[in-house]
Nanobody, 117 residues
Framework: QVQLVESGGGLVQPGGSLRLSCSAS????????MGWYRQAPGKERELVAT????????YYADSVKGRFTISRDNAKKTMYLQMNSLKPEDTAVYYC??????????WGQGTQVTVSS
């Protein structure tokens, strides 16, 4: 059974940086696409960025392109989201997500990111 645990959230001032981590337990050999979603209060969960497990092909939402970088370390079974030039509108709970080749979805519990002065 795959479990995902996020870490690295917190409070940061506008223009600051944070790095989120998502650590996976269990077998990762069936992982297909890994990604980060976020959900702000009163809004729907939205896709932030994805990375494929095999080829590291990336996708970014327009709102974070050029500021956020997704990466993964398969040996450590960990995915990262480097967030730079943070804005108040980036405030949300960030969730780690994995879809495997069987189309099973796995979610982390979420980590809060608050951008405020």
């Amino acid at each position: 059974q795959v479990q995902l645990v996020e870490s690295g959230g917190g409070l940061v001032q506008p223009g600051g940086s944070l790095r989120l981590s998502c650590s996976a337990s269990g077998s990762i050999f069936n992982f297909h696409v890994m990604g980060w979603y976020r959900q702000a209060p009163g809004k729907e969960r939205e896709l932030v960025a994805t990375i494929t497990f095999a080829r590291s092909t990336n996708y970014y939402a327009d709102s974070v392109k050029g500021r956020f970088t997704i990466s993964r370390d398969n040996a450590k079974k960990t995915m990262y989201l480097q967030m730079n030039s943070l804005k108040p509108e980036d405030t949300a709970v960030y969730y780690c997500h994995v879809r495997d080749w069987l189309n099973d979805d796995y979610w982390g519990q979420g980590t809060q990111v608050t951008v405020s002065s």
